[in-house]
Nanobody, 124 residues
Framework: QVQLVESGGGKVQAGASLIVSCEMSGRTRDNYLVGWFRQTPGKEREFLAL???????YFADSVRDRFSMSRDNAKNTLSLQMNGLKPEDTAVYYC??????????????????WGQGTQVTVST
């Protein structure tokens, strides 16, 4: 079983940077792909980025130029660095995990484990 806990959300002004983190625990975490999603009320969960166990990453076009990811293997933590934040980035941000394969997975239903989410609010 894999457990995920997000942290680092908050309120920032437009143009600021913020890091949200996902602490991953469980016996098979090294075999899991981790994705980042966000959701606003009334909308579907939106794919943002993913990272494979080997460190390979993929970003959605909408955030590729502003977001990046890193991992701290010693702390079993993955982080999403968000730069140049805009009011439209306001959402609940989730990390999710699934057993890894060579494929990329962009749909929420492809993931089997989810964190509780962390709110990011960007004001003008």
């Amino acid at each position: 079983q894999v457990q995920l806990v997000e942290s680092g959300g908050g309120k920032v002004q437009a143009g600021a940077s913020l890091i949200v983190s996902c602490e991953m625990s469980g016996r098979t975490r090294d075999n899991y792909l981790v994705g980042w999603f966000r959701q606003t009320p009334g909308k579907e969960r939106e794919f943002l980025a993913l990272i494979h166990p080997n460190g390979a990453t993929y970003f959605a076009d909408s955030v590729r130029d502003r977001f990046s990811m890193s991992r701290d293997n010693a702390k079993n933590t993955l982080s999403l660095q968000m730069n140049g934040l805009k009011p439209e980035d306001t959402a609940v941000y989730y990390c999710a995990a699934r057993y890894s394969s060579a494929l990329n997975y962009y749909r929420p239903q492809d993931y089997t484990h989810w964190g509780q989410g962390t709110q990011v609010t960007v004001s003008t």
